[in-house]
């Protein structure tokens, strides 16, 4: 008998990535690209970026023309990458210079240079048609409190989750999965029923989650004097289809179950990019309006959310893992509309720039 467990074929043959391309994505973090060439997949394209001597980024298509070298594995003399395979050399623009063996340049010879933009402690790429690439519609940088006055930002890092990016964005936009992830098992059998509502405002998809909730050590650690219970206020935007920005307000609780004074709010902007159609980038950041020049928080501040994210990860990588080429969704539930509903935005984003490729 062959005790083997069988893996249907239809879960092995994923497909082939759809996503919207004319959009800006997070490529990395400021401080991952240097001297050092750096390979990196996004959307599907193998990249290699590094800073030229000026400290000027850039990103180039990731295989040599020649024979498909893998170019990270290469070497920078100056500004000038060179295929450690047979030596052949281009420029920061993505022009051969060099052929060792030949003074002729094929015009098929080059790499593709892409729009990288450095907004905060992000480099934004285009990989997009470049004629529609306009750094003006990179998300703006204030509106995430990323750098404003008031506020205290950290850069929480890069991580790479082993699902497509509609898990991402799915579980981003109904927070009301932060009740049972991320408190402990059975929390909700406890508190009020969340209240999830959903709705376009200023153009972008938003999701408002709340309801009461014990106060943990880690609430009370930020806010000592929050009594037992506070009043969590979750909402998340949907910026574009790399970013989504989540809001968690700490409030206090009226007597009669309501909010009450704000004590904190926390911004968590989530730059999603997709590696492959099952693999996802994920660049966070975390900003913050209370004890702005208190670090002293900062290690029970990033312990948690490390703790929430490795959560997430091991849930979403859990349904990639059981999941075939399309996602089957047999339920939706009401928490779930405004998920949903940006999941037609972004599908009628690929469906439209599938009609103007086709056009
Ligand atoms: S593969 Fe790069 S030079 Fe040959
Ligand atoms: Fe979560």
Excluded at 16 to 35: C, D, I, L, T
Excluded at 44 to 49: F, H, M, N, R, S
Excluded at 133 to 140: C, E, F, G, R, V
Aim: with cysteine; net charge negative.
């Amino acid at each position: 008998m062959n005790n083997r467990t069988e893996t249907p074929s239809s879960r092995l043959e994923k497909p082939v990535a759809m996503f919207p391309k004319n959009h800006w994505y997070v490529a990395a973090r400021s401080k991952e690209v240097g001297r050092e060439l750096l390979a990196r997949k996004i959307l599907g394209k193998d990249l290699v970026l590094y800073r030229c001597e000026s400290g000027e980024p850039v990103a180039l298509s990731g295989l040599c023309p020649h024979r498909q070298f893998p170019l990270g594995k290469g070497t920078l003399f100056g500004d000038e990458l060179e295929c450690r395979y047979h030596g052949i050399t281009f420029g920061p623009s993505g022009e051969c210079l060099r052929i060792p063996t030949q003074e002729s340049i094929p015009a098929s010879c080059r790499l593709t240079n892409y729009p990288l933009v450095e907004k905060w402690e992000w480099l934004w790429i285009w990989v997009g048609e470049p004629e529609l690439a306009d750094s003006t519609a990179i998300p703006d940088m204030n509106d995430l409190r990323l750098g404003e006055e008031g506020w205290r930002a950290m850069d929480n890092g890069t991580f790479r989750f082993e699902s497509r990016i509609q898990l991402s964005i799915d579980n981003l936009m109904d927070l009301s999965h932060v009740y049972a992830l991320h408190f402990p098992a059975g929390l909700m059998r406890d508190i009020p029923p969340p209240k999830v509502h959903s709705e376009l405002h200023n153009n972008r998809w938003t999701v408002t989650t709340e309801t009461p909730v014990p106060a943990d050590e880690f609430t009370k650690t930020l806010f000592p004097d929050c009594g037992d219970v506070v009043y969590s206020k979750f909402s998340s935007e949907f910026v574009s289809p790399g970013l989504v920005k989540a809001v968690i307000s700490t409030h206090r609780m009226n007597a009669d179950f309501t909010p009450g004074e704000e004590l904190g709010t926390l911004i968590f902007p989530h730059a999603l990019t997709p590696e492959t159609a099952t693999s996802t980038f994920l660049f966070m950041a975390e900003t913050r309006n209370f004890s702005i020049h208190d670090t002293s928080i900062e290690p029970a501040l990033l312990e948690s959310n490390m703790r929430i994210l490795h959560e997430d990860m091991e849930a979403l990588e859990l349904i990639e893992s059981h999941t075939s080429a399309e996602i089957e969704y047999i339920t939706s539930v009401r928490a779930d509309a405004g998920a949903l509903r940006v999941k037609k935005v972004i599908d009628e984003m690929i469906a439209a720039e599938s009609a103007a490729n086709a056009g």
